[in-house]
């Protein structure tokens, strides 16, 4: 499991999540009877399909961000009252998602996973510095290229759209959570330049920073007046 990942769990099934846990971890667990996911699948029009789910974990894809940043602000916040609606967006996204579209997750040795694993970890703490492929692998223990291709496996994405992905949820909490400046944020999270994390985030979010931060009180935010 990699932050923003999805661990997913049928009835019957017995599963366990299992990681390196550092500092400021949030393993956040979502539970759904069978009446709830048959329900939800009526009202999406696949109705007397039977629930359940052909893959069991998802990596952190980009259709994810918005909601992963979203719940992490929200146990920033303690919105309580936003919970519900979560549960029912993620339940939603990860139905439609969860089929033939989704690539398979190949099995990798698990001496490589751990080893990879603990390069996400790495990212994670440190994803506002200047992290190279090279430098990666060679911390792995891995060439480049099992390295890149157990990452992608791992992850559904290259080390260097990993990275910039993480910034840009911490990027997003913060802009949901603190007043602080967006040129700051942006500065703080690793980007060089303002405009390269507006067209970031845009591509990442859909919308502009600014336009993110503004989204706030709508969902429960406290909200302000920086820019």
């Known amino acids: ?14 599963f366990e999540c299992s990681h390196e846990h550092a500092t400021g971890d ?33 990596p952190p894809l980009r259709s994810f961000s918005r909601l992963v940043a ?3 602000a929200n146990t920033e916040m303690a919105a309580d009252g936003r919970w519900e609606e979560l549960g029912f967006q993620l339940a939603t996204q990860t139905a439609a998602l969860v089929g033939p579209l989704v690539p398979g997750l190949n099995s990798i040795p ?22 190279n492929l ?12 099992h390295f ?13 759209q990993y990275v910039r992905r993480a910034r840009l949820r911490k990027a997003a909490t913060r802009l949901m959570v603190e007043s602080t400046r967006v040129l700051d944020i942006a500065l703080a ?4 330049d303002v405009s390269n994390f507006n067209r970031a985030f845009h591509a990442e979010f859909g ?15 406290s909200d302000s007046n920086a820019d």
Not at 189 to 192: A, D, P, R, T, V
């Open 207 to 221: 919308v502009t920073p600014r336009a993110y931060r503004r989204q706030r009180a709508r969902h429960g935010y």
């Open 134 to 145: 090279s430098a990666l692998a060679h911390e792995a223990g891995l060439s480049r290229y």
């Open 70 to 72: 979203q719940t992490w």
């Open 110 to 131: 698990p001496s490589a996973e751990a080893r990879v694993t603990r390069a996400v970890r790495e990212i994670e703490r440190h994803s506002d510095e200047q992290l």
């Open 148 to 160: 890149l291709r157990v990452f992608e496996n791992v992850t559904g994405v290259t080390p260097h």
């Open 189 to 192: 999270c690793g980007f060089g």
């Open 1 to 14: 499991m990699t932050p923003g990942s999805l661990l997913l769990g049928n009835p019957g099934q017995f």
């Open 26 to 58: 949030r393993c956040i667990s979502f539970h759904y009877s069978a009446e709830y996911i048959e329900n939800l699948l009526s009202d999406a029009g696949a109705s007397g399909v039977r629930p359940g789910f052909r893959v069991l974990r998802l």
